[in-house]
């Protein structure tokens, strides 16, 4: 559908629903973010060990409609003051998603407001041109979730080349698993992030898995596993296991590959700037890292507050509203895509 938009005053109603939080945001103008509620599952899921899909479909449906009245509320605007209706529709847990884009389709024709489909990952990009206001493509991105390992160059709005993503495990992912093991509770990645600002981050030396130079994908089953044996080996010598060195030399061992990885594609594509975007993208180890091999190579690093890491609205809002103002609208049969690639 090719349309013909002014840029400006453009307000965006946004949804998120990919996977345990339900976020709703207004967005003008891509950037400026008028309301960004987030209502997480965190504490449902917890008693769990991780996410489960049921579960956190109802959960959607029982505050979908709360959020975004609240949303409109903070923002101080009605519906009839929306311009277009952005609403991730991949990749994600397919019933999550699919609550969503329900709710926003129903809007949609209910108030006759154009619907912009919206993926997810992209989204994750777009939180730092919300952070960064005078941020403009090119740059590499390093994007770091529970489901995702990639590197991207981005060349402009919604133009991208991939550079590297994960063979197997995702960052945030082996966070999960190696907190698990270690008893220490869902979500992982926070945890061992804190636990790692005290313990000896050299005390293991446990494998760094670069693969071979001619590539910039990732692999960190082999380092799970590495962890996994440590600490049965550990366990059946009667050794004692530090848990605050176990985590930091673990994250060490991740972020140094995750930082390397991004600096060396960073200089092969001739970018001078490095935007990190996910959950992992919180984490400090991984900021400090990056922002001192940064420092060392001239190149600036860019990421976004930590609010904005997180599975949020607002970063979707931002995608809508470049999508919107190139014509790119959706229909009403819109339909949640699962394993929907960037």
């Known amino acids: 559908m090719d349309i013909s938009i002014e840029k400006d005053n453009i307000i965006t109603l946004a949804i998120e629903t990919s996977c345990d939080e339900t976020s709703v945001s207004v967005v003008k103008n891509g950037r400026e973010v008028l309301s960004n509620i987030i209502s997480s599952q965190i504490e449902v899921h917890k008693k769990f060990g991780g996410v489960v899909p049921e579960i956190a479909s109802r959960k959607h449906i029982e505050n979908i409609n709360s959020i975004i009245k609240n ?54 990009i777009y939180a730092n041109f919300i952070e960064h206001k005078d941020l403009e493509p090119p740059f590499t991105c390093l994007i770091v979730s529970g489901g995702h390992t990639h590197l991207v160059n981005v060349k402009d709005y919604g133009e991208y080349e991939f550079l590297g993503r994960t063979r197997d495990d995702a960052a945030g992912e082996a966070f999960d698993k190696v907190a698990r093991a270690l008893g220490l509770g869902y979500p992982g990645g926070p945890i061992i992030d804190n636990l ?3 313990g000896n981050k050299d005390a293991i030396e ?11 994908d990732f692999s960190f089953s082999g380092l799970k596993s590495a962890v996994l044996n440590y600490l049965n080996s550990s366990k059946q010598k009667g050794i004692e296991i530090v848990v605050e060195d176990v985590a930091a030399s673990f994250q060490q061992a991740v972020i140094e590959v995750l930082v390397e990885k991004a600096i060396k594609a960073s200089k092969k594509s001739g970018n001078h700037i490095i935007a990190i975007a996910g959950g992992v993208a919180a984490n400090e180890g991984l900021r400090n890292l990056m922002e001192l ?50």
Not at 98 to 109: D, E, N
Not at 322 to 331: E, L
Request: proline content about 5%; aromatic content about 8%.
């Open 71 to 124: 949303a409109l509320d903070e923002a101080r605007v009605t519906l009839d003051d929306i311009d277009n209706i952005g609403v991730t529709y991949g990749p994600g847990l397919v019933g999550a998603l699919l609550v969503g884009i329900s709710s926003a389709k129903a809007l949609s024709f209910g108030k006759n407001i154009p619907l912009v489909p919206v993926n997810h990952i992209e989204g994750h």
């Open 196 to 198: 790692a600002k005290i």
């Open 206 to 216: 446990f494998p760094r898995v670069y693969l071979d130079e001619d590539t910039f």
């Open 293 to 342: 091999r940064g420092e060392e190579e001239g190149i600036e690093i860019k990421y976004p507050s930590k609010i904005l890491c997180t599975d949020n609205a607002a970063m979707i809002g931002c995608v809508a509203y470049y999508n919107y103002v190139k014509g790119k609208i959706g229909d009403l049969d819109l339909n949640a895509v699962p394993n929907l690639k960037l």
